[in-house]
Every structure is written in structure tokens, then in C-alpha cells.
């Protein structure tokens, strides 16, 4: 019998389950179709945003849409219009339910569990496919999918149930597979974001006319120590490579914005006779607060390109 048998929300940059359908389901296969449900949640953020996994007896299809996705389960022989009208109906309530806002601010798991109710309802609905036939025009549906069709995922991609992947993730390019190229763009700029590198800049401004300073100052009185103006340009140097994280994504960015923190405290700690306790804890808690915001913009997902 073809049936959709579970649902869940979950947000797209972290994994974070929102909400679920109650299932009592405990067989072998759907135990382990929901270890295949863990696995695609930490990966949502690098696959296209309609995907179908086959797994067997059962098929696992989710939308995504402005950082949440629609995930459900069903069995193989169950109509793929019929499983995506299903999901952008979830997706449409869900939007006029809950603001963005606190889907991207919700901590704990399963906090938006009331829209279960929501889920078995339409889960229930979608399973009488007569009463769906009637009441529904599943025209636009089936011409989207063939102008778009969803992106099939294969078990060797995914890894297996266990954790441990068989392959690597290759590059996607509409028939090919899923994006995973260190050059990733990132989340979009927020307001603490923009002020961090405007503070960078400036603090590594004010190093730069500082070592200038220093060397018309060592060129006038042989007795000044070198030193200093090394002090200055490597800070303006670590400064500027603060904003060159923030913007653009590398490998190893967060250590390398750690490292970066460090040789800022460490220039500062050697101007100590030079600049006074202001200057010195503007400069170092601009370099901590620009690390914390590299922390927190993280590379987000490829969008998809089904090259149609």
C-alpha cells in the first residue's frame, strides 16, 4: 500500500529538528530510514533544495525554503507529485504559522512540536488519494517537477546508516553530485558583522600611520628601537587578514582568525610603553570581537543548479 508514514521540519544551517509527526512505526527498515534522516539534516545546507533519497521499500523526499526544510518519508511506490504537493503544502502553513525570526533564534529541539497536529491531518489527507484527486489540481505540481526534477541522492553519496561514508562529496552540477567546493559562499552580512570590519580597518589604519611615525622617528634619532615599527606593521598586517576572513571563506578560517587574535594581543603587548590602557583595550577588543563574528558567519549552502 502506497502511504506517507512520517514528516519533520528541521532548520537547514545546523540540523536542528522543529518539529515531527508522532510515528509508532518500529520496524527494521523505518528505524533505519530514520537514521537516514540524522544524516541528511547535517548535510541539508550542501544539498539542492528538492532532493529524493531511495532507500529501498521506502523513499525520503524534503524541500527547502528560507532556512528550514520539509523532510518526509513514505513508501517507494508512493506518487513523487503527490509527496511534493504534500511538503510545499507543509511548507506554506508553516511560513504563514511561524516568522522567521524564531525559527532562526529556537534553541531547543522540537519546539515548534504543535505543528504535528498540522502534519497528521495532511498526512492523513494525502494518504486517501481520492479525497486529495478531488480536491487538489496537481497539473502545476507535475509540470514543475519535469521542468525541475528532484535531485536524486544515492546511499553512496549520503554514507552509510553507521556514520561512515563510502565516497567523497563531488561537485554538483545538475546530473552530477553534491557541492561540497571549499570555495562556499557565506551567510550574509549582519549589522555586528559590518561594524567589526569597519573597527578592523581603522585599527589597522591607526597601526599603519603609527609605523610610519616610527620610522621617521627611528631616522631621526638613531637610538629608537626597530623593533617597534615591526610591532606596528605586523597589527596592521593581522588586522587587514581579519577582514580578509570575514569576507572570504578558507580552510582552517576559524584558527586561523584565533591565530590572528593572538598576534594582535601579542603586537599590543608590545607597544604597552607606547600606547595608553585605552588604546591598548580598544585595540584588543576590536580583534576579539571581529574573531567572533568570523566564528559566527559560517559558510552557507550551494544553491542548487538543475541546469534547465
Known amino acids: 500500500m502506497s502511504m506517507i508514514l512520517s514528516a519533520s521540519v528541521v532548520r537547514v544551517r545546523d540540523g536542528l529538528p522543529l518539529s515531527a509527526s ?27 533544495d528538492r532532493c529524493t533519497l531511495k532507500t529501498g521499500q521506502y523513499n525520503i523526499n524534503f524541500i527547502s525554503s528560507l532556512g528550514v526544510s520539509y523532510m518526509m518519508l513514505c513508501t517507494e ?20 504559522t511561524y516568522n522567521m525570526m524564531k525559527t532562526n533564534t529556537a534553541i531547543r529541539p ?9 502534519i497528521q491531518r495532511t498526512k492523513q489527507r494525502y494518504n486517501n488519494t481520492r479525497s486529495v484527486s478531488t480536491k487538489m489540481n496537481l497539473a502545476d505540481m507535475q509540470t514543475e517537477i519535469k521542468l525541475r526534477p528532484p535531485y536524486q541522492i544515492s546511499v553512496s553519496e549520503l554514507g552509510s ?5 563510502h565516497v567523497s562529496v563531488g561537485e554538483y552540477k545538475g546530473t552530477g553530485k553534491i557541492s561540497a567546493a571549499p570555495h562556499q559562499h557565506l551567510e550574509p552580512v549582519t549589522l555586528p558583522g559590518i561594524v567589526s570590519f569597519v573597527l578592523s580597518l581603522l585599527c589597522g589604519a591607526l597601526n599603519l600611520i603609527r609605523g610610519f611615525h616610527a620610522i621617521e622617528s627611528l631616522l631621526q634619532n638613531e637610538g629608537e ?10 597589527g596592521t598586517a593581522a588586522c587587514l587578514y581579519q577582514c580578509y576572513l570575514f569576507v572570504y571563506y578558507t580552510g582552517w578560517r576559524n584558527a586561523k582568525s584565533f591565530l590572528t587574535f593572538g598576534l594582535i594581543c601579542l603586537c599590543n603587548m608590545y607597544l604597552y610603553e607606547l600606547r595608553n590602557l585605552w588604546q591598548l583595550f580598544f585595540h584588543v ?10 566564528r559566527l558567519r559560517q559558510p552557507q549552502g550551494k544553491s542548487p543548479d538543475y541546469n534547465v
Do not use: W
Not at 523505518?30 to 541539508?44: A, D, G, H, I, P
Not at 511506490?77 to 506554506?92: G, H, I, M, T, W
Not at 522540537?110 to 498540522?118: G, H, R
Not at 576590536?286 to 568570523?294: K, M, P
Open 22 to 48: 508522532t510515528d509508532y512505526e518500529q520496524s527494521t527498515g523505518m528505524q533505519e530510514c530514520r537514521k537516514y534522516f540524522k544524516m541528511l539534516s547535517k548535510k541539508l545546507s550542501q544539498l539542492p
Open 77 to 96: 511506490n508512493y506518487p513523487s507529485v503527490l509527496a511534493f504537493c504534500f511538503l510545499d503544502e507543509l511548507q506554506k502553513e508553516f511560513i504563514t
Open 110 to 118: 522540537y519546539c515548534f512540536i504543535e505543528f504535528d497536529n498540522f
Open 161 to 165: 546508516p553507521n556514520g561512515f561514508a
Open 225 to 234: 628601537d626597530f623593533s617597534y615599527v615591526i610591532a606596528f606593521f605586523l
Open 285 to 294: 577588543t576590536v580583534g576579539a570581537f571581529s574573531t567572533l563574528q568570523i
